[in-house]
C-alpha cells in the first residue's frame, strides 16, 4: 500500500515566521508532488508543484524534495492569519493518480 | 471560468436509498476522479477515469459506481446507501501525463453527504 504521511498538527506559528510543513512517502518510483491548501469546508486549492530534487519557490512558498529519503517540505514564509489552513501533501501513484497525506492543520495567530 | 462543478452540494439519504453524484469540468481535461474525505483520513480515491471510455477502481470503490458520460461529465453512483458513506465527496479533474509529469488536479467544491 502506498502511503504518504503528514504530522496532523496543529502546527502554530507567530504572524511572520516561517511555517515548516512536512511530508514522507513509500513509493520510490514517485515523479511528482503537490501541495494543496485547504480551507475548512472548501475543497483543495494546489498552491506549489515539483518534480526535481532540490528548492522550488513561488512567492511566499519554498517546496523542497528528496528523492533519496522519499521527503517533501514546504515553507510558508512571512506567515499571515490567513495562510490558517489544512495543507495537504500529494505524491504521484501511478498512471495519472495522486495519493494524499491526512493533512496538517497551520494556526497562524497574531 | 466554471472549472469543475458538483452537484448537489448537500445532501442526506436514508440508508437503502440510492443517489448519483454529477460532476462536470469545462477545461477540456481527459482525466476525471471521484475522492472522497474523512476526518483525519485525508482525501482517498474512490474511482478515477484516466480518459473517455475508461473507468478504473481506486482505494475505496465498494458500494460505489461511475460512469463516464462523456469527456466533461463524470458520475458517481451509491446504488444502496450506507451509513459508512457519509463523507464529502469532491470531483476532480487533471491533463494527461506528459514526460513523468503531472499538473495535479483541479477540484470540484464538494458534496457534502450524510447517510442516516
Known amino acids: 500500500q502506498k502511503e504518504v504521511e503528514q504530522n496532523s498538527g496543529p502546527l502554530s506559528v507567530p504572524e511572520g515566521a516561517i511555517a515548516s510543513l512536512n511530508c514522507t512517502y513509500s513509493d520510490r518510483v514517485s515523479q511528482s508532488f503537490f501541495w494543496y491548501r485547504q480551507y475548512s469546508g472548501k475543497s483543495p486549492e494546489l498552491i506549489m508543484s515539483?518534480?526535481?530534487?532540490g528548492d522550488k519557490e513561488d512567492g511566499r512558498f519554498t517546496a523542497q524534495l528528496n528523492k533519496a529519503s522519499q521527503y517533501v517540505s514546504l515553507l510558508i514564509r512571512d506567515s499571515q492569519p490567513s495562510d490558517s489552513a489544512t495543507y495537504l501533501c500529494?505524491?504521484?501513484?501511478?498512471?495519472?493518480?495522486?495519493?494524499f497525506g491526512a493533512g496538517t492543520r497551520l494556526a497562524v495567530h497574531p | 471560468n466554471a472549472g469543475v462543478t458538483q452537484t448537489p452540494k448537500f445532501q442526506v439519504l436514508k440508508t437503502g436509498q440510492s443517489m448519483t453524484l454529477q460532476c462536470a469540468q469545462d477545461m477540456n481535461h481527459n482525466s476525471m476522479y471521484w475522492y472522497r474525505q474523512d476526518p483525519g483520513m485525508g482525501l482517498r480515491l474512490i474511482y478515477y477515469?484516466?480518459?473517455?471510455?475508461?473507468?478504473d477502481k481506486g482505494e475505496v470503490p465498494n458500494g460505489y459506481n461511475v460512469s463516464r458520460l462523456n469527456k466533461r461529465e463524470f458520475s458517481l453512483r451509491l446504488e444502496s446507501a450506507a451509513p459508512s458513506q457519509t463523507s464529502v465527496y469532491f470531483c476532480?479533474?487533471?491533463?494527461?501525463?506528459?514526460?513523468?509529469?503531472?499538473?495535479?488536479?483541479?477540484f470540484g467544491s464538494g458534496t457534502r453527504l450524510t447517510v442516516v
Open positions: 515539483i518534480y526535481s530534487n
Open positions: 477515469s484516466a480518459s473517455e471510455g475508461t473507468t
Open positions: 476532480a479533474s487533471s491533463e494527461v501525463w506528459f514526460s513523468r509529469a503531472n499538473y495535479g488536479y483541479t
Open positions: 500529494a505524491v504521484s501513484g501511478g498512471y495519472n493518480k495522486l495519493i
